[in-house]
């Protein structure tokens, strides 16, 4: 089956395409790169396998790049307008992708809400024999909001923004 791609940006000379179901695969992102690299004089591919997105930079159309691309079978370029997502999801995003960036570097030892719960600890602590007693300060705050958000069900908020849509 043929995968499908969608176009991220586009701005003068710079189109940047995605391919979700790709994401990781070397190999067809290495082919990708070849075929257009082959077929453009001039322009430049830059493929980025982990990101599942190709960047076109140069003289590209989307619609020159998916014609060559249905031609050769590599992926269907879907034209339609993305819907935009949440700002809760692309947060939760973005953290998921430094949580597991931080678990890798670590070799699973520790997560986003360790290095907060240690940095919260530490900083209590040095408060503490200080001798600063008073009310909780802002890390609290964002301490309580970051708990609330990461005990929050992504598809609960998906299930609320498709009765608006």
Do not use: C
């Amino acid at each position: 089956m043929t995968p499908e791609a969608h176009i991220v940006h586009k701005v003068n000379n710079r189109l940047r395409i995605k391919i979700p179901s790709k994401r990781g695969d070397k190999d067809f992102f290495a082919s990708l790169e070849k075929k257009f690299s082959k077929d453009s004089a001039g322009q430049t591919v830059v493929i980025n396998p982990d990101t599942a997105s190709i960047l076109f930079l140069g003289h590209f159309t989307a619609k020159h790049i998916a014609e060559v691309a249905l031609q050769s079978n590599l992926f269907k370029l879907n034209t339609k307008k993305r819907r935009r997502e949440t700002l809760l999801g692309g947060v939760k995003d973005t953290f998921r992708a430094a949580d597991k960036s931080l678990l890798k570097m670590t070799g699973g030892e520790l997560d986003i809400p360790s290095v907060v719960f240690l940095g919260l600890i530490s900083h209590g602590i040095y408060q503490f024999a200080r001798g600063n007693f008073t009310g909780p300060p802002w890390y609290v705050a964002f301490w309580y909001a970051l708990g609330l958000f990461s005990k929050s069900r992504l598809s609960d908020f998906e299930e609320i923004e498709a009765d608006f849509l």
